[in-house]
């Protein structure tokens, strides 16, 4: 099993990223799936949840801003991030099939 992220760099504040993760050797859509965070220092954070039909749920500090998706036949996820703020600067990681992560997506927000 394996996720395969892409997206994240550098975005000014109020700007705009896309991540995503291409799932492989799982059964992606029998499981929720989850994007967390963890910033220099801090705590890792569970960003979003999707469950296997697509229901979301979202930390506060990302609601409103931040949509999860998913497409269970591409076995793909993705996390739409819209009005970025410095705080949101962190590693983000994908994770499914219960349990299997992908590696860190680097986005940094800065002026």
């Known amino acids: 099993a394996q996720l395969v992220p892409s997206g994240g760099g550098l975005v000014q504040p109020g700007g705009s990223l896309r991540l995503s993760c291409a799932a492989s050797?799982?059964?992606?859509?029998?499981?929720?799936a989850y994007w967390f965070r963890q910033a220099p220092g801090k705590e890792r954070e569970l960003v979003a949840s999707i469950t296997n039909v697509g229901e979301t749920s979202y930390s506060e500090s990302v609601k409103g801003r931040f949509t999860a998706s998913r497409d269970n036949s591409a076995m793909k996820m993705w996390l739409q991030m819209n009005n970025l703020k410095l705080e949101d600067t962190a590693d983000y990681f994908c994770?499914?099939?219960?349990?299997?992560w992908g590696r860190g997506i680097q986005v940094t927000v800065s002026s």
């Open positions: 050797g799982m059964y992606f859509g029998w499981y929720p």
């Open positions: 994770v499914a099939n219960e349990n299997t």
